[in-house]
C-alpha cells in the first residue's frame, strides 16, 4: 500500500464550509503555478498521475489562475474526460485599478 493511503487512514482531512454553497473543501489543496505550466504538447503522464493521487487520497481542491500560464488549459485536459470529477476548481479574478 503507498504510503499516502497509510496517512490517510490515520488522519482527518479538515473542511471548510463556502457560505453561498455549503460545499465542504479541505483548506490544503494543489497550486498549479510552475508544475503545470507546461506545453500541451509534452509528456502529461506525470501531471496525470498526480491527479489519479489526489482523486485516490480524497484531495479536491485545486488551485488556479489565468496568470499561470498554461495550467488552467492543461487541468482542464486532463481532467475533462473523467466522468466522475470530483475535483473543486479555484481561480483568481482581478480588476485592474479597482
Known amino acids: 500500500m503507498p504510503i499516502y493511503k ?4 490515520l488522519a482527518t482531512m ?6 453561498s454553497t ?5 483548506v490544503i489543496g494543489l497550486g498549479t503555478w510552475q508544475s503545470f505550466d507546461v506545453n500541451p504538447s509534452s509528456d502529461l503522464k506525470p501531471l496525470k498521475k498526480i491527479l489519479s493521487t489526489m ?3 480524497g484531495a479536491k481542491l485545486i488551485d488556479s489562475s ?7 488549459e492543461i487541468v482542464g485536459s486532463l481532467t475533462e ?7 473543486f476548481y479555484a481561480t483568481k479574478v482581478w480588476t485592474r485599478g479597482k
Do not use: C, H, T
Open 81 to 87: 474526460d473523467d466522468v466522475n470529477n470530483s475535483f
Open 66 to 72: 489565468p496568470m499561470y500560464g498554461k495550467s488552467e
Open 6 to 9: 497509510s496517512v490517510i487512514y
Open 14 to 19: 479538515i473542511l471548510r464550509q463556502i457560505p
Open 55 to 57: 482523486r485516490e487520497a
Open 22 to 26: 455549503s460545499e465542504m473543501i479541505p
